[in-house]
């Protein structure tokens, strides 16, 4: 079941998502669906993944660190608002069917892919002050937490939109925060999958490592710096992973 050229095509596509996580996000879109392609079952795909995620994010949270970008006590208000419904969406992901869960997961990446063709403005929200914390932030973090508990795919989209929109924060301070609060819910996301045996441990750790290595890069790389050729490529993959999902 783990050859070494499933293990090296894991460890690769963990250099590329982990670059584009932090970057932007959507990277999960192509994890999952090749992890279910590689012969795991969905939830054990999804534990899999979660594994991979937070080492990841860990590496992002420490490169923003060390270029002196932080805010440690806001990411953790944020994160805790989110871990709620991180804890019930993990809990409901491992009792869903396989089936539906991939036609879910199909539909999910259709979406994503349209909101890649018709992206938000980034450059309003990069050049306004940062204000005061919106009433609508607690429910919205709640629903995130647990969508990202549920299914993870897309996750980094959502913060990106809510915490610009909400906060108003520069992109550079929205990828900081986004990386700390899926960090910070996916340990008890991760807790529900091991503990019901849907962890795959080598898969898991050689596509951390690449995530990681990508992830602590894509901290240091300026977030507008090739973006819109990462979102191509990205929107072709999904399509095709998409279709598969939906007529395999």
């Given at each position: 079941?783990?050859?070494?050229?499933?293990?090296?095509?894991?460890?690769?596509?963990?250099?590329?998502?982990?670059?584009?996580n932090?970057?932007?996000?959507?990277?999960?879109?192509?994890?999952?669906?090749?992890?279910?392609?590689?012969?795991?079952?969905?939830?054990?795909?999804?534990?899999?993944?979660?594994?991979?995620?937070?080492?990841?994010?860990?590496?992002?949270?420490?490169?923003?660190?060390?270029?002196?970008?932080?805010?440690?006590?806001?990411?953790?208000?944020?994160?805790?608002?989110?871990?709620?419904?991180?804890?019930?969406?993990?809990?409901?992901?491992?009792?869903m069917?396989?089936?539906?869960?991939?036609?879910?997961?199909?539909?999910?990446?259709?979406?994503?892919?349209?909101?890649?063709?018709?992206?938000?403005?980034?450059?309003?929200?990069?050049?306004?002050?940062?204000?005061?914390?919106?009433?609508?932030?607690?429910?919205?973090?709640?629903?995130?937490?647990?969508?990202?508990?549920?299914?993870?795919?897309?996750?980094?989209?959502?913060?990106?939109?809510?915490?610009?929109?909400?906060?108003?924060?520069d992109?550079?301070?929205?990828?900081?925060?986004?990386v700390?609060?899926?960090?910070?819910?996916?340990?008890?996301?991760?807790?529900?999958?091991?503990?019901?045996?849907?962890?795959d441990?080598?898969?898991?750790?050689?596509?951390?490592?690449?995530?990681?290595?990508?992830?602590?890069?894509?901290?240091?790389?300026?977030?507008?710096?090739g973006?819109?050729?990462?979102?191509?490529v990205?929107?072709?993959?999904m399509?095709?992973?998409?279709?598969?999902?939906?007529?395999?």
């Amino acid at each position: 079941m783990h050859s070494p050229y499933s293990l090296l095509l894991l460890f690769g596509s963990g250099l590329v998502v982990g670059f584009i996580n932090v970057m932007a996000g959507g990277g999960s879109s192509l994890t999952l669906p090749l992890l279910i392609f590689l012969g795991l079952d969905s939830s054990l795909a999804n534990g899999t993944n979660r594994l991979a995620i937070l080492v990841q994010n860990l590496s992002a949270v420490v490169s923003f660190r060390r270029e002196k970008i932080a805010k440690f006590k806001t990411s953790l208000k944020l994160a805790s608002l989110a871990l709620p419904g991180a804890i019930i969406g993990s809990i409901v992901a491992v009792r869903m069917n396989n089936h539906l869960f991939e036609k879910l997961l199909a539909v999910v990446i259709i979406g994503i892919m349209l909101t890649m063709i018709f992206p938000h403005n980034e450059k309003k929200f990069s050049r306004e002050m940062a204000g005061q914390t919106s009433l609508w932030m607690y429910p919205v973090m709640v629903a995130i937490g647990f969508y990202g508990g549920f299914l993870q795919v897309g996750v980094g989209f959502m913060l990106m939109a809510s915490l610009q929109n909400l906060l108003h924060l520069d992109l550079i301070h929205v990828n900081m925060h986004k990386v700390f609060i899926i960090f910070f819910y996916t340990i008890p996301a991760l807790v529900v999958f091991i503990l019901t045996k849907n962890v795959d441990w080598l898969y898991g750790i050689v596509l951390s490592t690449g995530m990681a290595l990508g992830g602590y890069w894509s901290a240091k790389v300026s977030v507008k710096k090739g973006e819109k050729a990462i979102r191509i490529v990205l929107l072709f993959a999904m399509f095709i992973m998409a279709m598969e999902l939906i007529f395999r």
